[in-house]
Structures are given as structure tokens and as C-alpha cells.
């Protein structure tokens, strides 16, 4: 009879501060074909040659500024939501890391070790995209071909729309509202190159981000990052019943010249506060836990931004990070699985 267990994998965290470890962080992380996903000898080229010699340094000074004392605020919150997980739930629960040394091989190892043979892989990611979600994935197949191979594995789908997400979503932005009279809320979504979206198109024609695509039914949508983001934002929008022109949606963290998915949360900011919003508050629903995008990017970087463009009160939604509801939404999902195995919400 096999034994099931879940792994939870996020995106991953240098193991300090030293621009030694954040140098070996970014290599393995912008190494990843799915990351930078030119020719390899173009990415060896860019990433060995120049943004190594580079941005370690820079990086790193922007870790320490929101490293915690216990470590990553990244890994010590995805750690924190682990054990609170494996209290609610009679199975073996492991976490992974897509990137550092907190490696998805390891997360397989300590299940394997408890006697499972059959693995829930959770990535911690609510939307679908190659350089997130589809690496995880893949990643955890090339895992278990080389190292584990008679290990069976289920995936949990993006669950961007899931109406228990969405609920947990709202009742997080609403309790971190509290006493906050907001002029505007923007929802800001990690960004990706426009490429991604015609790369993960699988019916070759569908999306043009063009303003409408996102708009008409089309399988694509199930691996169509844009569409999700601007899902998840309206589900969030109609269900705390927010008012047409007080919200708006951006992406950040764009790397390189290429064109990425617009508009540009830094440009959001000013034009936001040329355009009379006095009191922003900013959604982060890219991520599930709070982490150098968000602690620093948008909470410390994008509120000086906002406040000099003429803003005067600026709000950061944490993450759901490790809160109560979601650890128990989380928890409905992993025993609806090993009840009844593969739900709607759930893939092989």
C-alpha cells in the first residue's frame, strides 16, 4: 500500500547576506533556461560574464536590509507555514527550495526517508508561468527521473481563481486595511518578458497582449500568466466590492531591456501620485510569501518612490505568508487529495 506526502516548494533564498552566497544564489537562479530563457551560450555570456561580476553586490546590500535574525524572511516564513501545515494534516509535509541549497531533491529525500511513495508536489506559487511555477515543476520530474524514480507525483494547479484562495485573499487584504481610508489599492504582480506569454501559448495564436485576448475564453488561459493576474484581481475587486477606478493593476522586477508585461509598477507609483492618489496601499498576490520583491521592492523602494512623486501614506499588504485561513485552505486541499485523490483542482 503507498504512502502519500506532500512537498511544498517556493522560490528559494541565498543562505546569508555574504555576496558570495547571494553570487551562487543568482547563478543557479539566473542560470535557469526558464528564467532567461535565450541560448545558452547568450546566457552563459550575460549572466558568467557581466550581471555576476555586478549585481551580487547590490543584491546583497538590498538582503541585509530586510534580513531577519532567524535567517531569509522568505524561508523562515515558508518554514513557519510548514509546521503550522503539518499540525492540520496527518501526512508527512516537506518543504524545497526551486533555488539555493533548501533543494527540492532534499524535500523528496526527507519524505522518502518517512516512508512515501506518493508525493503532493505544492508549488507555492498561485499563477502559472515558465520562470515560476512550470520550473518547479520540471525540476521536480528531472528529480525524480534521476534520483526517484518509482515515486508518483500529483500536482497542485495554479490556483489564482480558486474561490477559497480568493476568499483567503480578501480577508487578508481586509484585516490589513483596518484603519487605512486608501485613495487607491494597485495590485502588483511580479513581471515577465511579453516573450513568456507567446512561449507558453500552446495554441500558437491565441494571445496577442493586446488588450483583449485576456478577455475572451480560450484554453490558453490555463498557462497564461497575464490572464491570471488580471483574474485574480478581478475575483479580489468584485468580491470586497471595490469601486471602478480605485484600483489597477502593474508588474514589477523587470530585468534587462527586453519588453516586459506593462505597465511598470515604479511608473505606476508616480503617476499615480501626479495623478492626485494622497493614499496607496499595495497588493502583492504574485507571491504567498513576503519576500525581497516585496519587503524591499514595493514596501521600502516603492513607497519612497510613491511619497516623492507627491504621495503622503503608503500601505504594503503582506503576503498571506503564514496566516491561519490559508494554512487551513491549504490544509482542505491536501485532504481533499488524500481522501479522493486527484480533485478538479488538482493535476497528474
Not at 83 to 90: G, V, Y
Not at 112 to 125: A, K, M, R
Not at 203 to 213: F, W, Y
Request: net charge negative.
Amino acid at each position: 500500500m503507498s504512502k502519500k506526502g506532500v512537498l511544498l516548494v517556493n522560490l528559494g533564498s541565498p543562505d546569508s547576506t555574504k555576496v558570495s552566497d547571494v553570487r551562487k544564489y543568482l547563478d543557479e537562479f539566473l542560470m535557469d533556461e526558464r528564467v532567461i530563457d535565450i541560448a545558452y551560450w547568450k546566457r552563459f555570456l550575460l549572466i558568467k560574464g557581466i550581471i555576476l561580476n555586478t549585481r551580487p553586490k547590490k543584491s546583497a546590500a538590498a538582503y541585509k536590509k530586510i534580513w531577519w535574525k532567524e535567517g531569509s524572511p522568505l524561508v523562515v516564513i515558508s518554514e513557519r507555514f510548514t509546521e503550522k501545515l503539518r499540525k492540520r494534516t496527518d501526512l508527512p509535509v516537506a518543504l524545497g527550495m526551486r533555488y539555493g541549497s533548501m533543494s527540492i531533491e532534499k524535500g523528496f529525500r526527507e519524505l522518502i526517508d518517512q516512508g512515501v511513495d506518493e508525493v503532493l508536489l505544492v508549488p507555492l506559487y498561485p499563477h502559472y508561468a515558465m520562470s515560476s511555477y512550470e520550473t518547479v515543476v520540471e525540476k521536480a520530474r528531472e528529480v525524480i527521473e534521476k534520483s526517484f524514480p518509482k515515486i508518483n507525483m500529483d500536482l497542485v494547479d495554479p490556483f489564482y481563481n480558486k474561490s477559497d484562495y480568493i476568499e483567503v485573499m480578501c480577508r487578508n487584504i481586509e484585516e490589513q486595511l483596518e484603519g487605512f481610508e486608501y485613495d487607491h489599492i494597485l495590485f502588483s504582480y511580479h513581471g515577465i518578458p511579453e516573450r513568456h506569454i507567446y512561449k507558453s501559448d500552446f495554441t500558437g495564436s491565441h494571445c496577442k497582449i493586446d488588450g483583449s485576448c485576456c478577455q475572451m475564453k480560450s484554453e490558453a488561459h490555463t498557462t497564461c500568466y497575464r490572464h491570471q493576474c488580471f483574474e485574480t484581481t478581478r475575483a479580489i475587486a468584485g468580491q470586497m466590492k471595490l469601486k471602478p477606478g480605485t484600483y489597477s493593476d502593474s508588474f514589477q522586477s523587470r530585468l534587462l531591456k527586453d519588453p516586459w508585461l506593462r505597465p511598470y509598477t515604479d511608473f505606476e507609483l508616480e503617476r499615480l501620485a501626479e495623478e492626485g492618489v494622497r493614499k496607496l496601499a499595495v497588493v502583492t498576490p504574485a507571491f504567498v510569501s513576503d519576500c525581497l520583491e516585496t519587503l524591499e521592492e514595493i514596501a521600502m523602494e516603492g513607497k519612497e518612490e510613491f511619497i516623492e512623486a507627491g504621495g503622503e501614506d503608503f500601505r504594503h499588504i503582506g503576503c498571506l505568508n503564514d496566516y491561519d485561513p490559508w494554512v487551513e485552505v491549504m490544509s482542505n486541499w491536501i485532504k481533499e487529495w488524500e481522501v479522493a485523490g486527484v480533485e478538479p483542482a488538482l493535476q497528474s
